[in-house]
T-cell receptor, first 113, second 109 residues
Framework: EPEVTQTPSHQVTQMGQEVILRCVPI?????FYWYRQILGQKVEFLVS????????KSEIFDDQFSVERPDGSNFTLKIRSTKLEDSAMYFC???????????FGQGTRLTVV | AQRVTQPEKLLSVFKGAPVELKCNYS??????LFWYVQYSRQRLQLLLR??SRESIKGFTADLNKGETSFHLKKPFAQEEDSAMYYC???????????FGQGTTLQVKP
């Protein structure tokens, strides 16, 4: 069964550094998402991406964040200058045509020190 | 405001007992409701969609628009049902999901 894959599984970075989280969505999916979950809190929507552009973003997704689909398979989330409060589990998800729910990757745990 | 509320952080039952995980939502419009499950150290997996009215692993959920609820039920819990369960809604055409806080279901032998 096809799956969304994310790399790395765990990333530790120093405050102020840039990080790129990578995702390979399910191959025939057209809609891509990033969510995050701070420890002990709910899963929060960050951004949705369709047809090579952002279709919706949350208040969390400020100028420090950007997304890109650099080729036909990868979908990345970049945080330009990480802050301590960016420490969280970041989930990538994708969905196909005829919205039937999103399929999630296993997550990347980002720790900012 | 768009919101999903799961009032119980932890639900603990014995094997064979009925289970009901509560979910209430607030949304101005006609949302689509989902249940996701996360087993230990695994990814979030889609369990149910209200539109498909299916039963997966013995779980069912009925959308009650009058009570704005989408409770997840199973008549006889199994130990392998122990996991974190998230209720979520989608209302926008971008597929954005709004999640509840999650309920940990613990099924004791």
């Amino acid at each position: 069964e096809p799956e969304v894959t994310q790399t790395p599984s765990h990333q530790v970075t120093q405050m102020g550094q840039e990080v790129i989280l990578r995702c390979v969505p399910i191959s025939n999916h057209l809609y891509f998402y990033w969510y995050r979950q701070i420890l002990g809190q709910k899963v929060e929507f960050l951004v949705s991406f369709y047809n090579n552009e952002i279709s919706e973003k949350s208040e969390i997704f400020d100028d420090q964040f950007s997304v890109e689909r650099p080729d036909g398979s990868n979908f990345t989330l970049k945080i330009r200058s990480t802050k301590l409060e960016d420490s969280a589990m970041y989930f990538c998800a994708s969905s196909g045509q005829g919205w039937k729910g999103a399929f999630f990757g296993q997550g990347t745990r980002l720790t900012v020190v | 405001a768009q919101r999903v509320t799961q009032p119980e952080k932890l639900l603990s039952v014995f094997k064979g007992a009925p289970v009901e995980l509560k979910c209430n939502y607030s949304y101005s419009g006609s949302p689509e409701l989902f249940w996701y499950v996360q087993y230990s150290r695994q990814r979030l997996q889609l369990l149910l969609r209200h539109i498909s009215r299916e039963s997966i692993k013995g779980f069912t959920a009925d959308l009650n628009k009058g009570e704005t609820s989408f409770h997840l039920k199973k008549p006889f819990a199994q130990e392998e049902d122990s996991a974190m369960y998230y209720c979520a809604l989608s209302g926008s055409n971008t597929g954005k999901l709004i999640f509840g806080q999650g309920t940990t279901l613990q099924v004791k032998p």
